[in-house]
C-alpha cells in the first residue's frame, strides 16, 4: 500500500513472508523509482561499520583488511520470549502472522553472515530446528551455509604472511543459531587467515568490537583492538517517558539518519543493506523454514 501510493518505504524485518513476496516488492518499488530497505538496524551501528572495514578494508582506502581473507562466521542470536510474550497467544506464535524463530529472529544471523561473503548467495544451506505442532511455528534452530568460490577455483596463497594459507577467493562457511527458548550469549565472530573480529553482545545492536591479530605460529597473538562506540545518550524526554524497552535502541537513529541521507540524495536504497541482500537472505529463510519443517504461510 505504501508503495502503490508513491511512498519511499522502511520496512520492518522479516521483509516480506516469502521469498516470491520479497520479490514483488523489491521489482514494485524498483518500477516506481522509490527508496526501499528492510529494516536491518544492524548494518548501520558504527562498530559494525568497523567490523567491516577491519576485514575488508575501508571504502576510501585508508584502511586496509586486517584479518586475512574471510573463512569462516559463526552468530547467534537467542532469547526467552516468555519475558516479554505469553504463549500461545503472542504474534510470536501466530503462524498467519509471520511467527516463529526462522522469521524473527534468524534474519540477524543470516545478515551476519552474508555481511562477511559480501553478500553472496550461498550454495548450500542445511537447518535442523524444532517445530511447535500447536502453533506451527519453529521455536529454534540452527543453520549451516556454505559459500562458493567468487573466482578462480586454485588456491591461492597470501604472500603478506609468513604462512602459505590455501583459500579459495571469497568462499567460507557459516554456522547459524536463533530461537526463543533460552537466551545465547548472542555474538558475532569472523575467523580469517590472519586473525578474527568478535562483535560483542548484544550482537544485533553492538556498541563494542575486539579484533585479534595472528602472529606466526599457532595460538600465538599479534595483538589485541578494541573498539568502542556507546549509543546516543537519552534526551530528557526519553527519560520521563521510562525509557526504552530493548537494549540499545537509541541506535535506530543511526539507520534513520542513514535512510534520511539516501533519500534526500535521490538513492532508492541503501549501500550498508541494499535490496539484492535482502532477496539472498530471504531465500535463505525460505529454505531454513522448508527444512525444520514450517508449512507455507500462503499456500
Known amino acids: 500500500m505504501v508503495l502503490k501510493a508513491n511512498k519511499h ?13 520479497a520479490k514483488f ?7 516506481r523509482n522509490l527508496f526501499c530497505m528492510e529494516g536491518m538496524w544492524t548494518r548501520f ?3 559494525v561499520e568497523k567490523a567491516r572495514s577491519l576485514a575488508f578494508g575501508s571504502s576510501d582506502g585508508s584502511e586496509k583488511g586486517l584479518i586475512g581473507e574471510v573463512v569462516q562466521v559463526h552468530s547467534d ?3 526467552n520470549a516468555s519475558d516479554s510474550d505469553d504463549y500461545p497467544t503472542s504474534f510470536l506464535y501466530n503462524h498467519g502472522l ?3 524463530a526462522s522469521m524473527l529472529v534468524a534474519p540477524y544471523p543470516i545478515a551476519a553472515a552474508t555481511l562477511f561473503f559480501n553478500g553472496i548467495e550461498p550454495d548450500s544451506i542445511k537447518a535442523v530446528g524444532q517445530l511447535d505442532v500447536a502453533t506451527g511455528v519453529d521455536l529454534q ?12 577455483l586454485s588456491p591461492a596463497l597470501d604472500s603478506t604472511t609468513e604462512e602459505s594459507t590455501p583459500k579459495l577467493p571469497g568462499a567460507g562457511a ?3 543459531s536463533f530461537g526463543m527458548l533460552g537466551e545465547s550469549a548472542e555474538e558475532t565472530l569472523v575467523l580469517g587467515t590472519k586473525g578474527r573480529i568478535k562483535i560483542c553482545t548484544p550482537g544485533h545492536c553492538p556498541t563494542k568490537i575486539i579484533a585479534s591479530i595472528k602472529a606466526g605460529g599457532r595460538g600465538v597473538s599479534g595483538g589485541e583492538y578494541v573498539f568502542e562506540y556507546p549509543v546516543p545518550e537519552d534526551t530528557e524526554e526519553i527519560i520521563k517517558a521510562g525509557g526504552y524497552f530493548y537494549p540499545n535502541s537509541a541506535g535506530l537513529s543511526y ?10 540524495s535521490g538513492k532508492t536504497e541503501a549501500p550498508q543493506y541494499t535490496i539484492n541482500e535482502t532477496l539472498t537472505n530471504m531465500k535463505v529463510v525460505d529454505a531454513v523454514r522448508s527444512q525444520i519443517g514450517v508449512k507455507p504461510i500462503f499456500s
Open 9 to 21: 518505504c522502511l520496512l520492518e524485518k522479516p521483509f516480506a513472508c516469502s521469498y516470491e513476496d
Open 25 to 31: 516488492l523489491a521489482g514494485l518499488a524498483k518500477e
Open 45 to 47: 551501528f558504527p562498530a
Open 77 to 79: 542470536f537467542n532469547f
Open 98 to 100: 509471520g511467527g516463529g
Open 141 to 152: 534452530g540452527t543453520a549451516l551455509l556454505n559459500f562458493p568460490p567468487t573466482g578462480d
Open 174 to 176: 557459516a554456522t547459524l
Open 255 to 264: 539507520e534513520a539518519a542513514a535512510v534520511a541521507r539516501c533519500i534526500a
